[in-house]
């Protein structure tokens, strides 16, 4: 079975994921900056994502061990904080340069790939789209190479709440460690009853 290496950062910038103290909307998977990711969503985006997999050839088991929702739970973290940075900014996006955007491999053999590695449906993609060309155009209107700093600390201050009900935050998150929360075991009775039983996560 091939594998994926999973994504922990959207576009130039990582996000750093650190839980605040808030509470809790009702039903709410995680709640970033005044949008509301609802566990609604989050499920039908898993389901969407798991069928992208299947289509690819590849299960949830090419996560490397983590969670299919895990790893949709960041890309609409990353993706809703994006959004409100970009708006904040109102950085404009046509439909033109997302295609475009939507057509680069990345580090992978096809751009089909390199969105599931990120967590991407690529018949539902066009908000990633939008969001790696807009924190582009934003970091060049921070000035450049040199704006990186300033982006990544700014997507940093738009911090999310997480349910607690996934667990704690995983605080050794790396390429090698790529997932979102320690308990993993919690976080995928989320979507159990929509899985098969043989896409389990392998570690």
Do not use: W
Not at 4 to 24: Q, W, Y
Not at 103 to 124: F, H, M, R, W
């Amino acid at each position: 079975m091939k594998s994926i290496r999973v994504a922990v950062a959207v576009a130039a910038a990582g996000i750093a994921l650190t839980a605040c103290s808030s509470p809790m909307h009702a039903g709410a998977a995680a709640v970033v900056g005044n949008e509301r990711i609802s566990t609604g969503q989050l499920d039908k985006d898993t389901q969407d994502y798991l069928a992208a997999l299947k289509r690819a050839k590849l299960d949830e088991s090419a996560l490397g061990g983590v969670p299919a929702s895990q790893v949709v739970l960041q890309r609409l973290v990353n993706v809703s904080a994006s959004r409100q940075l970009i708006s904040r900014y109102n950085v404009q996006v046509s439909q033109t340069e997302i295609d475009a955007a939507l057509k680069s491999p990345g580090q992978y053999e096809t751009p089909e790939i390199n969105l599931l590695a990120n967590g991407v449906s690529p018949l539902d993609a066009a908000d990633y789209g939008r969001a790696v060309v807009g924190l582009t155009k934003l970091q060049q209107q921070f000035g450049g190479q040199s704006g990186q700093e300033r982006l990544v600390k700014e997507l940093s201050a738009i911090r999310p709440i997480f349910n607690p009900r996934y667990g704690e935050l995983n605080p050794a998150r790396s390429q090698e460690n790529p997932a979102l929360f320690v308990d993993t075991g919690r976080f995928g009775k989320l979507t159990a009853p929509q899985t098969q039983p043989q896409q389990q996560p392998q570690g």
